[in-house]
Nanobody
Framework: VQLQASGGGLVQSGGSLRLSCVVS????????IGWFRQAPGKEREDVSC????????YYAHFVKDRFTISADNAKNTVYLQMNSLEPEDTAVYYC??????????????????????WGQGTQVTVSS
């Protein structure tokens, strides 16, 4: 199983970025794909998840309608469109796949009850 995250970069406050996570090696509809982030000196936190079986979504409270998660099932790719970026959004963003459903975002993993896979991160830096 491989997850390849891309799309990070440097953007000014108020700008936008679109992250992509290309997934291979798993049964697409059985998995939920999530985006997480970790800023320097802080714990990893969930950002958004999408359940591929029915496109159900979850967003962290701080997203505040600024981010949109979507999936292209034909390309096995999940996107995170991030608008109105703020310096507080600066972090390394990771994508993960789990068969634990949207609880992936609630708990950050399948808690050993399912299968989790993580990709490498992509750096997002928002300047003020």
């Amino acid at each position: 199983v491989q997850l390849q995250a891309s799309g990070g970069g440097l953007v000014q406050s108020g700008g936008s970025l679109r992250l992509s996570c290309v997934v291979s090696g798993l049964s697409w509809e059985d998995y939920t794909i999530g985006w997480f982030r970790q800023a320097p000196g802080k714990e990893r936190e969930d950002v958004s998840c999408i359940r591929n079986s029915d496109s159900g979504t979850y967003y962290a409270h701080f997203v505040k309608d600024r981010f949109t998660i979507s999936a292209d099932n034909a390309k096995n790719t999940v996107y995170l469109q991030m608008n109105s970026l703020e310096p507080e959004d600066t972090a390394v963003y990771y994508c993960a796949a789990s068969d634990f459903g949207l609880k992936l975002c609630l708990y950050g993993s399948s808690l050993g009850l399912g299968k989790d896979y993580w990709g490498q991160g992509t750096q997002v830096t928002v300047s003020s």
